[in-house]
């Protein structure tokens, strides 16, 4: 048994001084297949410690459910980094922000009114304690000190950036303290005044998140935590991507030199991310700081280890650098054979529309509990009409009498839109596009908010059709091409052979906006705009013999044919 404790400068293991040498790698990002993998190129880039968010809504979709099979068996991964000779750090949130939907709070948590986000709220704590029991459960056999690799937990996530409830933040640690928890607990801001003393707790070591001047930011970190070891728990070494905005990378080089000077200092450090992995699914969260802007499907960050997970430039220069510092162990190139290039037709169009409900009034998205959902009613007024709505949250394709009329997006505040006339059947395909993660914003509900007014007069009579974005999509049933006649989302499903479990990316720039399953497995959103133009497609997701791929159109396609390569398409860079 080995103990872990807080000491006067420094982390101690067993007595002895113990720097944390971590790499951010989520579980949920990646396929638990490829953990093992991962997890083995953390340790010869020279690290000592895997670090993960725990997604309280991947693993709690509904009140009362916990999920922990497949790729969220938090307690398989945590034995695998152990496995390996690592030690890992948990950060059950229950906020995690991680550009992940929502910032990891369940959706359902907020559809009663008033239920507190992120502060001392009965009913908000009352669902926390629940998660928290469950999530602990597996975490509490594994600390360290039970011979597990868990060295610390974290007390919520950049608390100081969102609000000052100390209350809110005690009864988190105390939550954690009941459920078991005896290693080390630690809280995260960055490192400014104003943020460490609001996210900070006694008792309970600060941490900070940064990615330059790491000198000056220790310092800071140092005035608000005057003994006990340093530590920057996110090194960001990369940054993530909005749909319509650039590939952000950063210098190899800064990066390495950067990291020298934090080692250098004798502090700890968590690289985040080590592997950024994919959002996977309707995973992606969004920002909105008075513009939405929603995070593309890749996670790619620019990290040592690429989506894909295969060595980058990153890799090697930090390894370099940790080499100065601590024992790296020897690697060996391994050559990997590409997989082979081919492309597919798409074939029948396949029907996805679900049973319709009707409304007196017009329900939100969460109402409905879907993501992507028809609106329809019938309209009556002489000539040209405006259609006005509260707010769109977050993409809103309008038809009348099955022709499009136009498009409401979130980003452009878009609330109106002139129809060329005012009678027929007007239909609203309305999509989440992924909940604000970080900020004021989150926990709100989505869809169409607000009266829908028709020359300001209110709409009503409505009749809904929810899409399963989570239903196996070789369910939906095909249908001749000339019976696809009612507007908006339109699938199509293709087959291919393979030789086996190879990693492949799907091309999507000839291709609108929508979504792709390969075998049932979501491999996420794809849209026109970029920057990403191609989808990552795990190689334990693909089947030796017979594969079938299903594409969920919103828009227009200008190729019906499936793509596949080798390589990722993350588009312009921006450095």
């Not at 992120?118 to 908000?124: A, D």
């Not at 460490?196 to 970190?221: I, P, Q």
Request: glycine share 10%; with cysteine.
């Amino acid at each position: 048994m080995s103990d872990f404790t807080i000491g006067e400068s420094d982390f101690l293991l067993d007595g002895a001084p113990f720097r944390i040498l971590s790499g951010a790698l989520h579980y949920f990002r990646v396929h638990p297949q490829s953990w093992a993998d991962r997890i083995e190129k953390a340790r010869l880039m020279g690290l000592n410690t895997i670090e993960t968010y725990v997604p309280w809504n991947a693993h709690s979709p509904r009140p009362g459910v916990f999920d922990t099979e497949g790729m969220l068996d938090l307690g398989r991964f945590l034995r695998l980094v152990a496995e390996a000779g690592l030690y890992a750090i948990v950060r059950p949130g229950p906020y995690i922000c991680a550009e992940w939907d929502n910032g990891g709070l369940p959706a359902w948590l907020f559809q009663e009114p008033g239920v507190g986000v992120r502060r001392h709220e009965p009913r908000f704590l009352a669902a926390i304690e629940e998660y928290l029991q469950q999530v602990l459960r597996i975490v509490e056999p594994l600390q360290v000190h039970h011979g597990g690799p868990v060295l610390l937990v974290q007390v919520e996530n950049e608390y100081g950036a969102f609000g000052t409830d100390q209350v809110y933040l005690k009864a988190l640690a105390d939550l954690i303290g009941r459920a078991g928890i005896t290693v080390p607990l630690v809280t995260v801001d960055q490192p400014v005044d104003e943020m460490l003393a609001a996210g900070g707790l006694d008792g309970v070591l600060r941490t900070g998140s940064f990615g330059s001047r790491s000198t000056e930011r220790l310092r800071t970190l140092r005035a608000h935590q005057p003994s006990g070891p340093l530590m920057c728990m996110e090194f960001w070494d990369g940054w993530f991507d909005h749909w319509g905005g650039p590939h952000h990378t950063t210098s190899v080089e800064d990066a390495a030199s950067e990291l020298d000077i934090l080692l250098a200092t004798g502090a700890s450090v968590n690289v985040y991310m080590f592997h950024g992995g994919t959002n996977f699914g309707l995973t992606n969260g969004a920002n909105d700081k008075g513009v939405y802007r929603p995070t593309v499907t890749s996670y790619d960050y620019d990290a040592p280890l690429d989506e894909a997970g295969d060595f980058t430039a990153k890799f090697h220069a930090f390894r370099e650098v940790i080499s100065r510092y601590a024992t790296v162990p020897p690697m060996t190139p391994a050559s990997v054979e590409p997989a082979p290039e081919f492309s597919v037709p798409l074939g029948e169009p396949v029907s996805v529309r679900g049973r319709w409900t009707t409304h007196a009034s017009l329900p939100t998205l969460d109402g409905l509990g879907a993501r992507l959902a028809i609106y329809r009613t019938e309209i009556e007024v002489e000539g040209p009409a405006l259609l006005e709505v509260g707010e769109v949250r977050d993409r809103a394709q309008i038809f009348l009498d099955g022709h499009p009329v136009g498009i409401l997006e979130r980003e452009n505040h878009d609330r109106a839109i002139l129809l060329p006339h005012g009678r027929g059947r007007l239909e609203l395909v309305v999509e989440d596009q992924g909940r604000v993660n970080y900020g004021p914003r989150i926990g709100e509900p989505k869809g169409l908010t607000g009266a829908v007014l028709l020359d300001s007069i209110p709409l009503t009579s409505w009749s809904t059709c929810v899409i399963d974005l989570d239903a196996v999509p070789s369910s939906w049933q095909s249908v001749s091409e000339k019976a696809v006649v009612a507007p908006g989302p339109t699938a199509w499903r293709a087959t291919f052979d393979a030789d086996g479990p190879v990693d492949h990316f799907l091309k999507t720039d000839a291709w609108g906006k929508g979504f792709a399953w390969v075998n049932g497995f979501c491999l996420g959103r794809y849209w026109h705009r970029g920057p990403q133009h191609a989808l990552y497609v795990p190689g334990p997701v693909i089947r030796r013999g017979a594969n079938e791929l299903v594409v969920l159109e919103l828009d227009t396609m200008a190729s019906r044919t499936a793509e596949f390569t080798t390589g990722a398409s993350l588009g312009p860079v921006d450095l």
